[in-house]
C-alpha cells in the first residue's frame, strides 16, 4: 500500500572549505579583544546539553536509566559567573534559525564573532543553540505537570515533536550523538589552548569552524522536528567529520603534553647536572642509577659508585666510531684507567645498544665500564645540546666534584701525543700544555723528534711545506741565511719540512682538530692561537707555506711573502750587523704583506660533525665577519654515518 506521506527531503552536506572561505576562517581567527570568562560558560553549556540529552533519553527515546544518570550530573557553576551579552546571543540567534545553506551561515557567525577567539565562537555559538535546546527539552519534560511549559510548548513545537517521535527516532539518535561530539571537540579545544606548545593557528580555527557548521545544521534538524517541514538535515557526515577531527585534536594534545614532559624533564636534568656537587651527582642524572656497568675487561656488572670520587671521561658515542680514532683513542684510554682515581665510562645516544658498535671498538681488553642501556630522551637531548654531540664521539671530562673540565677532549687527544697528555686533566694543566708546546710543539710534533727539545731551548724553527720546487727554495734560501747567521750571531735556526702524504695529512688533521678544541675554551691564550691557526690553514691548498717560530712563540706565519723575503736576503742582511735577526725579518715581512699583490684570503674547513662550531668567526686579519659555506665530501671510510630516514 503506498504511503500518503509526501517524500522527506534530505539535505546532504558539502564536507570541503573552499579557499575563500578558509581565507575568512584564517582572517577573523584574531586573539579575543573580549572579557568573557569562556571557560565558565561553556560549563553552564556543557551541563545543559549533558542534562537536555538525559530528556531526550526520557521522553522520546525511553530510556530506563536516565533518572540515575541526572542525578549523578554535575551543577554549573554559578558563583561569579556573568553570562555573555543577551543581545550578543540574540543576534547569533537570528543568524542560526532555520537558515540554509549552512555553509554561509557559518561564515557570518564566523564573521560577526570576528572579535572574539576561535574558543570563544565556538561555546558563544553552542550557548545559543543550547538555550533553544535545553528549553525544548525542559518543555517537554514538564508540560505534563506544568499548564504553563504545556502552552509556551504549544508554540514551540512540542507536541508536533512528541506525536512524530516514533518517526524521528533516528534523527533524535543522531542529533543526541553529534552534540556529544561536539562537546569532546570543543574540550580538546580548551586543553591545547591552555597547553604551553604552539598550535597552528589556522588548525584549531578550521576545528571551530566546523564545529560551529555543525551547529548551524543541528538547529536545522532540531527545526525540521517541531515543525516537521523543510528539509531534514543529514548530521551523520558531520558526526564522522567532527570525530576525525577529534582524532587530531587528541593525537595533538598527546604530542604536546609529551612536549611539555620532555621539556619539563630536560628542564630539571640541566639544573640537576649544573647544580651537582659530586661525580655521583652527574652521573646518576644521566643515566639509570638503577642499573648496573658492564666492566669490559672482565665483562662482570658492578654498581655505578664505582665512578665515585673519580675523575670521569664520558666517552659518548653513536654508530660512528672511525678507525683512526679508534687506534688513538685506545692508547689514551690504556693510559687513563692506569691512573689513580681515573674511570672511563662509555655511554651511548643511540635508543637501543648494539653488540656491533662494541665490535667495532674491539674493547674487551679496556679497562673500561659500559652502561649498556638507552639514554632517556632528556639525557640525550642535553648531550646534543649542552655538549654539542652531534655524529662523532667526543669525550667529556668530569671532575671529582661533578663539574665540566671539558666538553669534549677527544680533539686534543687527537693533536698532542699520549705521553704528553696531562693527568690529572685539568684546566690549568691543558692550560700548560699549550704555553709550554706552542702551536708548533702541538701539531708538527710527529714531524720531527727534536721539535720538544727546541721549543724548550727556544729555539728558532722554521717550518715550512707547499709543492718540491717550493720547498726547494725555502730550503736553499733558510740555508743561506742560517749560514750568515751561525758566523755572525752565533745563532741558528732549526730547519724542518713538512712532506710525505701521510705526514702532511696528520699535520692538517691536527690543525683541524686542535681549532676545534680551542674553539671551546675562551682565554686570552685561545685568542692568539685561534689566530694563527686560522693564517696557517689559509695555506693549506698554496702552493708554499711557513711558519717562524721561536721556542713555543710564533712569530710569523706565511707563504710568498715569507719565501720572497729570504729570497731577498742580500737586500737586508747587512742590517743584522747592528739589529737582531726577528725584528728584521718582521719589519720586511710586515710590507710585504701590505702589498696587494700578495693579497690572501683567510679561511678555515673544519668538520661540522664534529661538535661545537662558531656560527660566526671574524677574520684574524682585518676583524670582518668571515663567509660561510657548507660543503659535503664522502671518503667512503668505514663507520661512516649511516642516512636516517626521513620522518
Known amino acids: ?290 642499573q648496573q656497568l658492564n666492566h669490559a675487561s672482565t665483562n662482570n656488572m658492578v654498581d655505578i659508585d664505582v665512578l665515585k670520587e673519580n675523575y670521569v671521561f664520558l666517552f659518548i658515542s653513536g654508530q660512528v666510531i672511525y678507525k683512526d680514532d679508534i687506534s688513538i683513542l685506545k692508547k689514551y684510554f690504556d693510559k687513563i684507567v692506569e691512573k689513580d682515581q681515573h674511570k672511563i665510562l662509555w655511554i651511548s645516544v643511540e635508543e637501543q645498544w648494539t653488540e656491533d658498535m662494541e665490535r667495532k671498538f674491539e674493547i674487551s681488553s679496556s679497562k673500561i665500564y659500559i652502561a649498556r642501556y638507552s639514554l632517556t630522551k632528556a639525557s640525550r637531548k642535553f648531550i646534543e645540546k649542552e655538549w654539542h654531540f652531534r655524529v662523532e664521539p667526543l669525550i667529556v671530562v668530569l671532575s671529582p666534584q661533578g663539574k665540566v673540565v671539558c666538553k669534549n677532549a677527544i680533539h686534543l687527544m687527537k693533536v698532542c701525543e699520549v705521553d704528553s697528555f696531562p693527568l690529572p686533566f685539568t684546566i690549568a694543566a691543558e692550560e700548560t700544555l699549550l704555553k709550554e708546546r706552542g702551536l708548533i710543539g702541538l701539531v708538527a710534533s710527529h714531524v720531527h723528534q727534536d721539535i720538544k727539545t727546541w721549543i724548550k731551548e727556544n729555539k728558532y724553527i722554521f717550518l715550512y711545506g707547499g709543492q718540491n720546487e717550493s720547498i726547494e727554495q725555502f730550503t736553499e734560501s733558510a740555508n743561506v741565511i742560517n749560514a750568515h747567521l751561525k758566523n755572525q750571531k752565533g745563532i741558528s735556526i732549526e730547519l724542518v719540512s713538512v712532506q710525505g702524504d701521510n705526514v702532511l695529512k696528520r699535520f692538517w688533521r691536527k690543525i683541524k682538530n686542535l681549532f676545534i678544541s680551542r674553539t671551546h675554551r675562551e682565554t686570552r691564550t685561545d685568542s692568539m692561537m685561534l689566530k694563527n691557526i686560522q693564517k696557517l690553514s689559509s695555506y693549506e691548498e698554496k702552493k708554499e707555506w711557513a711558519v717562524l717560530t721561536k721556542g713555543s712563540s710564533v712569530k710569523m706565519i706565511g707563504g710568498e711573502t715569507i719565501l720572497e723575503v729570504m729570497k731577498k736576503f742580500p737586500e737586508w742582511k747587512n742590517r743584522l750587523d747592528k739589529e737582531d735577526f726577528e725584528s728584521v725579518f718582521s719589519e720586511w715581512h710586515t710590507k710585504l704583506e701590505r702589498d696587494d699583490r700578495y693579497h690572501i684570503c683567510y679561511h678555515i674547513n673544519v668538520p661540522y660533525n664534529s661538535g661545537k662550531i662558531s656560527e660566526i668567526m671574524n677574520c684574524s686579519s682585518c676583524g670582518s665577519i668571515m663567509e660561510t659555506y657548507i660543503g659535503f665530501k664522502c671518503c667512503h671510510v668505514d663507520g661512516a654515518a649511516k642516512p636516517k630516514a626521513l620522518s
Open 1 to 290: 500500500m503506498a504511503s500518503n506521506e509526501a517524500p522527506v527531503s534530505i539535505d546532504q552536506p558539502n564536507l570541503t572549505l573552499s579557499g575563500e572561505i578558509l581565507t575568512c576562517i584564517n582572517t577573523h581567527s584574531a586573539s579575543s579583544g573580549q572579557k568573557l570568562n569562556v571557560e565558565s560558560l561553556f560549563s553552564v553549556v556543557e551541563n545543559i546539553l549533558d542534562r537536555a540529552t538525559k530528556i531526550v533519553d526520557k521522553v522520546f527515546l525511553k530510556s530506563a536509566d536516565t533518572q540515575e544518570t541526572m542525578e549523578n550530573l554535575v551543577e554549573s557553576p554559578t558563583k561569579g559567573f556573568v553570562p555573555p551579552l543577551c543581545a550578543l546571543i540574540k543576534d547569533i540567534s537570528s543568524e542560526l534559525k532555520c537558515k540554509a545553506p549552512t555553509k554561509e551561515t557559518a561564515v557570518s557567525i564566523f564573521k560577526k564573532l570576528s572579535s572574539y577567539s576561535t574558543d570563544e565562537k565556538a561555546v558563544l555559538t553552542l550557548a545559543t543553540f543550547a538555550l533553544d535546546y535545553g528549553e525544548l527539552c525542559l518543555l517537554a519534560n514538564i508540560q505534563s505537570t506544568d499548564q504553563l511549559a504545556k502552552s509556551m510548548g504549544t508554540l514551540r513545537g512540542v507536541p508536533n515533536l512528541l506525536e512524530n517521535v516514533e518517526k524521528h527516532h533516528e534523527v533524535v539518535d543522531d542529533l543526541k550523538k553529534v552534540i556529544k561530539t561536539m562537546l569532546n571537540v570543543i574540550q580538546c579545544i580548551f586543553k591545547l589552548r591552555n597547553l604551553p606548545n604552539n598550535v597552528k593557528k589556522d588548525f584549531l580555527a578550521e576545528a571551530v569552524y566546523w564545529a560551529i557548521e555543525t551547529i548551524v545544521a543541528s538547529t536545522n534538524q532540531l527545526c525540521y522536528l517541531i515543525s516537521n517541514e523543510g528539509k531534514k538535515q543529514e548530521l551523520q557526515p558531520y558526526d564522522r567529520k567532527l570525530k576525525d577531527i577529534l582524532t587530531e585534536l587528541k593525537n595533538e594534545i598527546t604530542t604536546c603534553t609529551q612536549k611539555t614532559q620532555e621539556k619539563e624533564d630536560y628542564r630539571r636534568l640541566k639544573i640537576g647536572v649544573e647544580d651537582a656537587t659530586d661525580i655521583m651527582g652527574v652521573v646518576n642524572i644521566l643515566i639509570d642509577p638503577k
